[in-house]
Every structure is written in structure tokens, then in C-alpha cells.
């Protein structure tokens, strides 16, 4: 078994019904995503075996419980209020006294164990992001070659319907706004644990993966926190944007995503110009070519440390699917995965130019 952490907008009651999974002793996920995108996070854990896990029943997903009412008054009120037990403290100081261990290895030497974001795109209910979550385990995790040993899966309530396209794009864009929060809580965090407490830093790194509509998330992140006025600084160290199914001049000024480069030490965008799924948006729902199919419209107007990645050539992406969409390359092509994990690593993309 291996456990992995899940942030999430998608509903959590306590109602129980078929369409809800249970994740702890009294609360209940929403399954196939039918809802609009709520403001309020929950954090938790996902549990499962990589070898067998197929199904929505086989993955334990733990959310961890609500701050007490009482208490999210008082820190609404900014009154002084211990944030220890905020489910999102747990999971960021977890993160941070695994990356402290690792930090010290095996014989006092440094040993690199980075975390990798994700955020899936459109079509996908929680079994599907479930799936995705397990094929990133085997192609970033497993590999030995990999720094990448944690996962934080960002989903929101996206439905596995292509008919819902437009609600998908609307709850992405208010899931942005809420993913602004989450980054807000992280930003207080590192305050409170390197500034205040003066803890020392554990040296790992922190990536973000986004596929698809997960940029529209992004995107949107990047406007809320920019609307809120939250100083801007690099978080993460590697950003790879996927089949972007935002539009391809997305990454020019005055756009939010201008401001991406900031928020890390480079971007990477993995782009294939046989991209069907990006050509039915283009066709159907956009009006402007897609980022994740032709790359960026005019190179020239891009900030600097953001590399094109033109994989309209690899020749892996096998399956009868993925033969004809060539969408989901970042887990399906080995070529693919391989140039992604150097990236992480540091290195240079083969497909960069």
C-alpha cells in the first residue's frame, strides 16, 4: 500500500446516498462530480495498491475532519488561534517532517524525495482522477530514477461527461479561485515555520504537473491571488503545463498566466499538434487555438525560463485511444515521462525549443 494526499472542492457531507463514497467516520464525497464548485477545501489522504487498484472501491480515501465552528470564528475574527490542527497545517507539516527525514538519510547524507502537484483536467469524477492518481504513482514515483516521492492530487468536481463540457470550464474557473486559498494557507505556513519558529528548511522541491483543463484551474489560481494582493514568490521549482486546453495566447501580457514564471524557477509546455481531444475543444467550445496543441502563438511575447516542448513526433503513445487523441501522453508515452521526470530532475527537455 502507498499513501498519497488529496486536496479537494468537490462536496463533502454528511448525507449518504449512491452517489457518495464515505472518507471518514461521518462525512461523504460526492462521486461523479454532478455539483458546482464549492469555495470551501478539504484535505486528506489516499491510500492504495498501486498493482491492484482499478476501482473507486479500491482506494481509501481519508478527508481529514473540519476545524470546529468556534474556532474558525475566532480566527475569522483574527483572534489568535493555534492553526496546528487545521486539516491543512496536518498535511503541510507532514509533508515538510518527511522532507526534514529525508533531508537527514541514510548516514547523515541528503536524500532528494520532492513532492509533485497535479490538477486533472475536464471528464474526470473521482474514479478518474482515482486512476490518474495511481498511473502517476507507477510512472513518477516507482521509477528509481525519479526524485519524486509524494503526491498532493488537487481534484475538483469535474464529471465524466463530454456533453458537460462548459459546466466543467465554469468549475474550474471557481476551483481556481479556491486553489488561490490553498496557496494562501501554504504562503502562512512557511511563514509560520521558517520565519517565526525559524525551523530549518528541508531542501526538497515542490512541482506542479497541470493536464488539460487543470490550466484553466491554474489560471484562475493565478488571478485570485493576484486579486487578493498575496506577494508573489517561487513555490515551486518545476511548472509543466500538459494538453492545455486554454487558449495559445494564454502565457502573453496581460494575462494571468504571464505572471506563471513567477511562481517558480521554469515552465515547460508539453504540446501535440494531433491533439483530438484539444481539436473537438477548438472546434465546439473555443474560439482560439488551444495552448496544449499548437504551443504558445507567438514565442517572442513569452517571459523568459518558459521552454516550448513540441511532442507531436513520439511515436509510444500506444492504445487504441491514445493512437487517435494523443491527450494523455504524460503517463501513456515512456519517451514522454522519461523527458518530464529529467525536467523534474533539473535537466533539460529533448523536445524544448
Not at 467516520?25 to 486528506?44: F, P, Q, S, T, V
Not at 541514510?106 to 492518481?133: N, P, R, W
Not at 504513482?137 to 516507482?142: L, S
Not at 504562503?187 to 515542490?206: A, G, H, L, S, T
Request: aromatic residues 10%; contains cysteine; glycine residues 6%.
Amino acid at each position: 500500500m502507498v499513501t498519497h494526499y488529496i486536496v479537494t472542492n468537490r462536496e463533502v457531507t454528511s448525507r449518504r446516498s449512491s452517489s457518495y463514497i464515505s472518507v471518514n467516520e461521518n462525512e461523504y464525497m460526492r462521486k461523479d462530480g454532478d455539483e458546482e464548485a464549492r469555495h470551501n477545501l478539504r484535505y486528506g489522504t489516499v491510500s492504495f495498491d498501486p498493482a491492484k487498484a482499478k476501482k473507486l472501491k479500491d482506494f481509501n480515501i481519508q478527508i481529514l475532519p473540519e476545524v470546529p465552528e468556534d474556532t474558525l470564528e475566532k480566527y475569522a475574527d483574527d483572534k489568535d488561534v493555534n492553526k496546528a490542527k487545521f486539516p491543512s497545517t496536518q498535511v503541510f507539516d507532514e509533508l515538510y517532517q518527511s522532507g526534514i527525514k529525508a533531508a537527514k538519510g541514510k548516514g547523515g547524507e541528503f536524500v532528494q524525495e520532492d513532492i509533485l502537484v497535479f490538477v486533472h483536467g475536464f471528464k474526470s469524477d473521482l474514479e478518474t482522477a482515482m486512476q490518474t492518481l495511481s498511473e502517476l504513482h507507477k510512472r513518477y514515483v516507482e521509477p528509481e530514477t525519479s526524485t519524486i516521492k509524494h503526491l498532493v492530487l488537487f481534484t475538483w468536481p469535474a464529471k465524466k461527461k463530454m456533453l458537460k463540457y462548459r459546466s466543467d470550464a465554469y468549475d474550474a474557473m471557481q476551483s481556481g479561485f479556491a486553489l488561490a486559498r490553498s496557496m494562501a494557507s501554504l504562503r502562512e505556513f512557511f511563514k509560520k515555520k521558517f520565519v517565526e519558529e525559524k525551523k530549518p528548511m528541508c531542501n526538497q522541491k515542490i512541482h506542479l504537473l497541470c493536464h488539460s483543463m487543470g490550466n484553466r484551474v491554474l489560471e484562475n489560481m493565478i488571478k485570485g491571488i493576484c486579486d487578493i494582493g498575496m506577494e508573489i514568490n517561487s513555490t515551486f521549482s518545476e511548472i509543466v503545463l500538459v494538453g492545455a486546453d486554454i487558449d495559445y495566447y494564454a502565457l502573453e501580457r496581460p494575462n494571468p498566466l504571464y505572471r506563471l514564471i513567477d511562481f517558480g524557477e521554469r515552465v515547460h509546455v508539453y504540446y501535440h499538434n494531433k491533439d483530438q481531444a484539444l481539436g473537438v475543444s477548438e472546434l465546439t467550445k473555443n474560439a482560439f487555438n488551444r495552448l496544449g496543441r499548437w504551443g504558445a502563438k507567438n514565442s517572442v511575447n513569452l517571459p523568459d525560463d518558459i521552454y516550448q516542448c513540441d511532442v507531436t513526433a513520439i511515436e509510444d503513445d500506444k492504445g487504441l485511444l491514445h493512437e487517435v487523441v494523443h491527450h494523455w501522453y504524460y503517463t501513456n508515452s515512456t519517451t514522454v515521462v522519461e523527458d518530464i521526470t529529467a525536467v523534474f530532475k533539473g535537466e533539460g527537455s529533448i523536445f524544448s525549443r
